[in-house]
């Protein structure tokens, strides 16, 4: 029964992850992952995976800081130390609660995870979590969470869509972008083309 518990709050928190990667602004994406994290938390609370479940924790600690920082416009500065203390105490948790290697794949998930919430905006953060994918994919199959490997790898896939979405926008931004600066410039150069030639003609 709890197994099975376990497997429902894992995919409440796809639903919320697939909303998370979806968002354009980090500040949303941010608040998202909370309600993600605490979902993800308690799937491996019910398969007592302890110290996963510490490293989700800081994860939600975090990253209500970090929706605060963004909110109230803290300094960046601050987002990274915020990132190195919970790198911190996310070594000396899984030292302490120690008990298999495979315990090793959420750590560099959640250290990849911290290195892109470190970047300003979504960018870094969206490709990083094909890795944290990845990780836990393998992780879940070492563990035997089956519906969770499958929900995983739906996740997997809503990542690399999110991804592709915000390239193609950043790259639209950079068209439209470039192409108010060259517009001015090129208008300015035919109508100094354009007088030249009246010069010309009057001569």
Known sequence: MIFWLSQVFFACAMIGYICAVSQKKKQYMTLLFVITNMFFGLHYLCLEKYGTLILLSHEIVLLITLFLFEKYNIPHKYTILACVIVFVLDVNAIIFTWSEAISLLPLSASIVFLVSLSFKGVLMTKICTLYTNLSYIVYLSLIGSYVAIVCQSVLFVSAVIGLLVTIKDLKTKK????????????????????FYRICVNLH
Do not use: E, H, Y
């Not at 068209?175 to 100094?192: G, K």
């Open 175 to 194: 068209q439209i972008s470039v192409s108010r600066v060259l517009q001015p410039t090129v208008l300015n150069a035919f109508l100094i083309l354009r």
